[in-house]
């Protein structure tokens, strides 16, 4: 199907806007009014910038508070029609979008509605044109799609339709089974947007809040089956009001915006091959501190490439490479059933391939590195001959954490889910000492490949500390206790958790005495879900940004405690502050 973009998805000028969409590969666009006025551009201009482009407009909108109202305001709608019309016919568009009234020179009178629709879509016609009638989640009179369609139908018209807005329908939670009973062609325009749930009215969450198909908690792909099924056979169109995206690079936002369309279209795609773990995680050290803390939790230096400076430390399953560099979580690797076939979908996908390294790989949104591995990378590493420390209980790797940037976010939640074929979880947030932290997993169906987005809420502001908030690599361990009194022994840098944090948990949670004080004893965090359990402990932040985690989970235990999350990140800044 065609693809299209509202130029309101995007930031910049209209020029901007048009230029990043073509280069995106998509095949048309909406104009957005607002877009037009403030362009030096003339819409013939714009028009043929479009065509130069590849780009068709698709619609033009949004034309407000037309229907149902007293005869003089009629009269100067009709007229304001004809303006819009001749901007149309300039830019090529042939279809415009009229959404429900908000006016309150509206009355409740689906037969006005209906007779001054018909009128608009006569004059429309006339001119080669056509209206697709939208019900805004909050019209003044009409709020559903199943009310826009029964006014359509009433106007009677070859030039009236309907618009779907994919926002406007699930966000009331309509029942969709009625959009099977519109005919095909007389839904005029598909607009796709999801969003997060939330509970706030609805304007606000339309007008801020709306993401990319694959990005929010929408059921997209059910809604759009009902749609295709009617024999709809226009554009799916994106048309997303986003306050993060308004103020992003339009050219990075616009490849975003088509893999979540692609991704609606999965099955055009090649498969997303089974994840079966994590291979490893690279860290890039500028010090000795993480092979010390490595070393001290009982990992072995197993290996060494044969060509670069990288070493390869393991336990378990658990496998960390170091690098020379910054200081920063720099590559995760995934094990692949087929690590080509993971590239290739990441390029339909529009990531590309990493070059310049020996494995298939490509570059997540805040720039890591994500290699797909098969059988063969460990032959990279020839063994060092240093005897294999008896370890101290880690089996393997949990998740990574991430810490994304501001305006990342989404976008990284959608690549995961699209490249990797991960399926992301509702976000949580809590509040951090220094803002709110939204937090976001992704993982497999297994769930041996977890990888754990978190991003401050709001730009900082000047208080806040100016270093990057760390990033960490968990460990798992079937006894999480044993391997912290042994690592605490064996002198690792773990991270002290004040006793406040141990009253309130017996407040909270009562975990039995015993183990409430080996807790304590240890500075293992402890939290519960309805699947089980979760016990975890840290270490301190080593080099400029990263840590490590070692958790244990008890029966299904989901999440990743996020209620102790603030704790850690206190007494991680507080040992900062004391220059530790
Ligand atoms: O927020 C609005 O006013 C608005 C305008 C046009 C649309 O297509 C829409 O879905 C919302
Ligand atoms: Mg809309």
């Known amino acids: 199907m065609r693809r299209s973009i509202a130029t309101v998805c995007l930031s910049g000028t209209l020029e901007d806007k048009l230029a990043a969409a073509a280069a995106a590969g998509f095949d048309g666009v909406e104009i957005f009014e607002n877009d037009l006025v403030v362009s030096p551009h003339s819409p013939a201009e714009i028009g043929r910038r479009c065509a130069d482009l590849g780009l068709s407009v698709d619609l033009y909108q949004p034309f407000r508070d037309f229907e149902a109202v007293p005869p003089d305001v009629l009269a100067a709608n009709l007229r304001r029609a004809e303006r819009k019309f001749d901007v149309m016919e300039q830019l090529g568009a042939d279809t415009m979008l009229v959404c429900s009234s908000v006016s309150p020179d509206a009355v409740d009178d689906d037969d006005l509605a209906a007779e001054q629709l018909r009128l608009l879509a006569e004059r429309a016609g006339a001119r080669g044109l056509r209206i697709a009638y939208e019900a805004l989640a909050w019209g003044r009179f009409v709020d559903t799609y199943d009310h826009s369609w029964r006014i359509v139908r009433r106007g009677d018209h070859p030039a009236l339709g309907v618009c779907l807005d994919s926002f406007h ?38 007008r801020h809040h709306r993401l990319f198909p694959g990005q929010g908690a929408f059921d997209l792909t059910t809604f759009l089956g009902h749609v295709l099924s009617t024999g709809y056979a226009g554009p799916l169109s994106l048309e997303v009001f986003n306050d993060v995206f308004r103020q992003s690079d339009p050219w990075r936002a616009a490849v975003d915006a088509m893999r979540s369309v692609l991704l609606l279209e999965e099955d055009r795609l090649p498969p997303a091959p089974a994840l079966t773990g994590h291979a490893f995680t690279e860290l890039e050290v500028s010090g000795p501190e993480l092979a010390e803390a490595l070393s001290a939790m009982g990992f072995t230096h197993a290996g060494q490439h044969r060509t670069k400076p990288v070493q390869l430390w393991r336990q378990g399953g658990a496998r960390v490479l170091l690098n020379e560099g910054s200081g920063q979580i720099s590559a995760l690797a995934v094990e692949s059933a087929d690590p080509a076939a993971s590239q290739a979908r990441a390029a339909a996908l ?24 098969g059988n063969g990378w460990l032959e990279d590493f020839p063994a060092t001959g240093a005897p294999e420390d008896a370890g101290a209980g880690i089996t393997g790797t949990d998740h990574v954490s991430l810490t994304q940037p501001f305006d990342n976010f989404d976008e990284a939640a959608l690549f995961y889910r699209s490249v990797l074929g991960l399926q992301p979880e509702l976000p949580t947030e809590f509040a951090a000492p220094f803002g709110l932290v939204r937090s976001r997993a992704v993982s497999n169906a297994a769930r041996d490949v977890r990888i754990s987005l978190n991003v401050a809420l709001l730009r900082r502001g000047g208080w806040a500390p100016g270093v990057p908030e760390p990033q960490h690599l968990a460990f798992t ?5 044993a391997s912290a009194r042994q690592m605490h022994e064996r002198g690792a840098p773990l991270l002290r958790i004040p006793d406040n944090y141990y009253d309130d948990l017996d407040a909270r949670l009562a975990p039995p005495p015993e183990l409430l004080a080996a807790l304590r004893k240890y500075s293992v965090l402890y939290d519960r879900d309805e699947g089980g359990e979760f016990l975890h402990f840290y270490t301190r932040v080593l080099g400029s940004r990263v840590f490590f985690e070692v958790v244990q989970r008890i029966g299904n235990y989901a999440g990743y405690g996020a209620a102790n999350a603030p704790v850690r990140m206190a007494a991680h800044r507080r040992l900062r502050l004391a220059g530790g």
């Open 169 to 206: 329908v699930l966000s009331r939670g309509t029942d969709l089974a009625a959009i099977r009973t519109i005919p095909g062609e007389k839904i005029f325009f598909l607009q796709l947007a999801d969003a997060p749930r939330l509970h706030m009215d609805v304007l606000q969450w339309s």
């Open 350 to 373: 529009h990531s590309p391939a990493l070059t310049d390294v020996s494995l298939p790989g490509v570059a997540a949104p805040d720039g890591t590195a994500v290699f797909f591995c």
């Open 477 to 481: 361990s079937e006894d999480v206790l």
